[in-house]
């Protein structure tokens, strides 16, 4: 089918994992089938696959960049925390919204459009859990050429250019605190003291609303209040991690443990600028319509504006977040290429040029072994040694039993992936 049946597959997932919604007990069931489906599928198609050397040559490349994605959000969780722990729960609760022109124009569309456009504009279709999945099954269908191999330089490029995109928002959001679109959701989530840290006590708070201290502050471009900075922070003890109190401000009767703290910091109330939601799903719709491109390109860009106008309709995210992020995530994807280079084809016509006069003698000759190993120099996988070949099968294994280990730790372990 020339690798068409993986748009099939992401339209059915889409499909089957909407039934929680609509039939959850069909849902339980089906769910887990089609995992187990497309997992012995792709299992199956291993000793078939002919690019395991350049699978080979990408995977330290892929390590590197897991290691990365991973410190960057090791960092996206201690400033997730921190914008929202330095200023205090009473700031959050009282500060009111930004306005936002895209929540007015949806709200005005609830009034002009039909209720059955309504419904579905309002319908939880896909989450964050559904593009990485998406993205999951792209990777892998490396194994049917879907897409051009390597499957590991493609995760790579996705990693890579997801942890440039997690840092540079971590650092953008980190920059300016901007109030939440749910004033209630830092109290919700969040325990953590209700007054401002001391940092903000001191640059902040006396200069926040008097405009007379404003430009005071301006003008002498120093801190001039002389008003009395309380400083009574609960500070546990936690060794080299201790410089992080700070950041995260525990409370004595809250979490100990400055990891456990960590984990519960996904899903901030003030990391808005630009949304991280909306990243991932740029991102994966820039690899599925580079790698893959046709009609299920069209539905995955789709799904991507569906996700994008209920993050603003909920009030997860302002509308400006949600642009920034598209245009973000497809700039950042361009200029990653060198990681995944589409170039295979290329190349291999290069090397047919230069053996078509040996194959068409061949060929002319009706001499087929001279025509298959003409042909296996053109493919860049060529067959070598018994040793290389074994010591071949054993990463093909160790890589796919890797890989869908990771897949199925990352979806059970994690919050919404």
């Given at each position: 089918m020339g690798g068409g049946g993986l748009g099939v597959a992401a339209v059915a997932y889409i499909a089957v994992d909407y039934l929680r919604h609509l039939s959850p007990s069909w849902h339980e069931v089906l769910q887990p089938l089609l995992w187990i489906v497309l997992a012995l599928i792709a299992i199956t198609r291993v000793p078939f696959y002919k690019h395991w050397s350049a699978?080979?040559?990408?995977?330290?490349?892929?390590?590197?960049?897991?290691?990365?994605?991973?410190?960057?959000?090791?960092?996206?969780?201690?400033?997730?925390?921190?914008?929202?722990?330095?200023?205090?729960?009473?700031?959050?609760?009282?500060?009111?919204?930004?306005?936002?022109?895209g929540q007015w124009i949806l709200l005005g569309l609830n009034e002009k459009l039909p209720q059955v456009v309504v419904n579905i504009l309002r319908a939880r279709i896909v989450g964050l859990h559904h593009y990485l999945m998406l993205f999951v099954m792209l990777a892998f269908s490396v194994l049917f050429g879907s897409i051009e191999a390597p499957g590991l330089g493609i995760g790579a490029r996705y990693m890579f250019t997801m942890a440039i995109g997690r840092f540079l928002r971590d650092i953008s959001f980190a920059s300016t605190i901007l109030p939440s679109p749910r004033p209630w959701c830092a109290a919700s989530r969040f325990d953590v003291p209700q007054h401002p840290h001391r940092w903000a006590q001191k640059f902040y708070v006396p200069y926040a609303s008097d405009s007379y201290a404003i430009k005071n502050v301006i003008h002498h471009d120093m801190v001039y209040d002389d008003g009395i900075v309380q400083d009574d922070e609960y500070r546990p003890n936690w060794g080299l991690m201790s410089f992080l109190a700070d950041f995260l401000r525990p409370l004595p009767s809250g979490e100990s443990a400055w990891i456990n703290l960590l984990k519960k910091a996904g899903g901030g109330c003030n990391d808005l600028l630009y949304s991280g939601h909306m990243l991932v799903a740029v991102l994966t719709a820039m690899a599925w319509t580079e790698a893959y491109g046709g009609l299920s390109s069209v539905f995955i860009w789709m799904l991507v504006a569906h996700s994008a106008q209920r993050e603003v309709r909920e009030r997860h995210h302002y509308t400006v977040d949600c642009i920034v992020a598209i245009?973000?995530?497809?700039?950042?994807?361009?200029?990653?290429?060198?990681?995944?280079?589409?170039?295979?084809?290329?190349?291999?016509?290069?090397?047919?040029?230069?053996?078509?006069?040996?194959?068409?003698?061949?060929?002319?000759?009706?001499?087929?072994?001279?025509?298959?190993?003409?042909?296996?120099?053109?493919?860049?996988?060529?067959?070598?040694?018994?040793?290389?070949?074994?010591?071949?099968?054993?990463?093909?294994?160790?890589?796919i039993i890797f890989a869908l280990t990771v897949v199925v730790l990352a979806f059970v372990l994690t919050s919404d992936g």
């Open positions: 699978e080979l040559r990408s995977a330290l490349v892929f390590v590197a960049a897991l290691v990365f994605m991973l410190c960057t959000l090791l960092y996206e969780m201690i400033s997730v925390r921190s914008v929202t722990a330095v200023l205090g729960l009473t700031w959050h609760r009282s500060t009111p919204p930004l306005p936002d022109t245009y973000v995530g497809f700039l950042l994807w361009k200029m990653t290429g060198f990681l995944w280079p589409l170039n295979n084809k290329k190349s291999r016509l290069k090397k047919l040029e230069v053996i078509e006069g040996k194959l068409y003698q061949a060929a002319k000759d009706s001499d087929l072994e001279q025509v298959r190993e003409l042909l296996a120099q053109v493919d860049s996988t060529t067959k070598g040694q018994v040793g290389k070949e074994r010591a071949m099968q054993f990463f093909a294994g160790g890589t």
